[in-house]
């Protein structure tokens, strides 16, 4: 079956730094990619939709200079957090999709657990 | 904005028992999705409802799609120990591009051997 890997798979950093966390669809090629963020007990909530070669499409809220989105080819996406602060810690899933329109052929990775100090 | 509301928020039942849970919207969806999350791992598809009225099965899972189209239901026939774990509802909003989907607040089911 599709597998989404992602790395890592925790990160534990000072508040401040930059933490970059990489996406990648291992046997399949994904024409959108999606970066969710699960709060502890809550639901996951999307953050942004990228496209391989274009910007990416970031939900109301969501600050686009904080969480840089990089879609380099259709097999890896990276989500960049600058300037991690506390309130930045969460589980951040992403997920990669074939096609447009079938919503069975999304695929999720296993999660990265970021902690900000 | 649209938003999903699932019931019970947690439930806890013997292993053998059978599970009911349901997912609401106060408005249309056109796709409804039903994923189970264990601990520290990413959702993975249980069940894909598109047509209203759909019943669907996978395995000892059954969903179904309402016919208001504002509404699914999820149940699990004779659990066992591994169905614990966190069921979220997710939905394509009617009128919505592909892209978007979103995840209801999730049921959090136990199971007590």
């Known amino acids: 079956g599709a597998v989404v890997s992602q790395h890592p798979s925790w990160v534990i950093c000072k508040s401040g730094t930059s933490v970059k966390i990489e996406c990648r669809s291992l046997?399949?090629?994904?024409?959108?990619m999606f970066w969710y963020r699960q709060f502890p007990k809550q639901s996951l909530m999307l953050m942004a939709t990228?496209?391989?070669?274009?910007?990416?499409?970031?939900e109301q809220g969501v600050e686009k200079d904080k969480f840089l989105i990089n879609h380099a080819s259709l097999t890896l996406s990276t989500l960049t957090v600058t300037s991690a602060h506390p309130e930045d810690s969460s589980f951040y899933i992403c997920s990669a999709r074939i096609g447009l329109a079938d919503l069975r052929a999304q695929f999720f990775g296993p999660g990265t657990r970021l902690t900000v100090l | 904005g649209q938003q999903l509301n699932q019931s019970p928020q947690s439930m806890f039942i013997q292993e053998g028992e059978d599970v009911s849970m349901n997912c609401t919207s106060s408005?249309?969806?056109?796709?409804w999705l039903w994923y189970k999350q264990d601990p520290g791992e990413g959702p993975v598809l249980l069940i894909a409802?598109?047509?209203?009225?759909e019943l669907t099965s996978n395995g000892r899972l059954t969903a179904q799609f309402g016919i208001t189209r504002k509404d699914s239901f999820l149940n699990i026939s004779a659990s066992i120990p591994s169905d614990v774990g966190i069921y979220f509802c997710a939905g394509q909003p009617g009128g919505t591009s592909y892209d978007k989907v979103i995840f209801g607040p999730g049921t959090s089911l136990s199971v007590i051997p």
């Open positions: 990228s496209n391989e070669g274009s910007k990416a499409t970031y």
């Open positions: 408005s249309i969806f056109n796709t």
């Open positions: 046997d399949f090629q994904a024409t959108t």
């Open positions: 409802l598109y047509k209203a009225g």
